[in-house]
DNA sequence: CGGGTAGGTTGACACTGTAAACTGGTGACG
DNA sequence: CGTCACCAGTTTACAGTGTCAACCTACCCG
């Protein structure tokens, strides 16, 4: 009975309980929402305690987003490991993807919304990991390597798109969601497998 | 000889002149570098005089987000209005689009990747305005009009992923970006014009 | 001359992230 | 046992943000 009724630990537990608090007001309010002084009195502690453990609040930031990209890695792995054809498994990540993208918004505002100079860079080495999405869908892509890495920039840009603006809500409501989306998916990863600069018109 | 140095006109003069200041500091510095203060003094009065002319910071960028839009559709309308096979004219305005973004980072920012919430929405009225330039793609669709806007739609997503993850940086740097592009436009196109759902493999 | 009003300013409020200095408690060592 | 150092956290403060309420001032009109 040492604690006020604050979840309140000290040390690694008060990290622990910033991470928690700073994902729960993130998830619920959004971005914008998350300020330090927010946190430290939901969590029971002072805005500047805080920088006892993360040395901005950049760093929290990209504590999270090292959550959501392992959260989306781990979606991704699953989708693509199953059986079935490239283009199946590329098509399974892509909706995995997108599923994420819409399950998580808030998450995948700070993962991929977030302009750069307004986020004092996410350090490269965890962007690496960012991109083993990447990497395994360039896998799957039926082209030389050389090529691989460039389709399946294509095909995650064309899903980045379509996350972007259906969580921006700058998609028309009258269309209907799902029909979009898996068109969408079903044009991106047609595209990896496309030939070269196949022109034809049938 | 009544100003002194700053360059400041009274009534729908400073108005202008915000604008003008607002823009600059936008084009230059980007989004996050926006704030009242800096702009009027810049302009020369106080940062509340700002609220004479515009209802908030939201209803200012509003104002910058309507003439990138006016920007940026007179570019389609003129790559599409040339002549050509609707596909050609198709692929002039997705290259008119990509280029408008990555030659304006700025306003492409506040124009699509602002997400809503923040914005005390952007209104509706001129939000059919942004929409324009869908209904030109839409119109170029060689397929019905019900599924033009969703093919239409398909082909935005996939621009805005390309432009939004180039702005970013969050595209890998070994790729040529020309390639990269004009590959990426290729195939969003292409979308437009496949026939409906045409799984098959050549 | 008197008064209303458009156009701007002053000052304040409630926030934000963050740095420097301070404090209370706990363990180690002579 | 006494003292010293260190560590976790707090206090205080600074510079900035958007925005509102009150004030002030110069001009025009009757």
Sequence with gaps: ?????QQRGTGADLKRAILDEARRTLVEQ???ALSTRK????VGCTATSIYLYFKSKDALV????DEGFEELNGRLEEAVAAEGTGLERLQRGARAFVDFGLERPAYYEIMFLL???????YPAEAYRRARRSLE???ELASVPAAEGLRRATIVMTALHGLVALLIAQRV????DRKTLIEEAIHFACAATFAPRSGDGAS
């Excluded at 009975?1 to 009724?5: F, L, P, Q």
């Excluded at 946190?39 to 939901?42: G, H, Q």
């Excluded at 990209?62 to 987003?65: E, M, P, Q, S, V």
């Design 30 to 32: 959004g971005y914008p």
């Design 172 to 175: 028309d409501a009258s269309l």
């Design 136 to 138: 395994a869908f360039a």
């Design 115 to 121: 302009r750069p100079e307004r986020m004092e860079r």
């Design 39 to 42: 946190i430290a009195s939901a």
């Design 62 to 65: 990209h504590a999270l987003i």
């Design 1 to 5: 009975m040492t604690d006020t009724s």
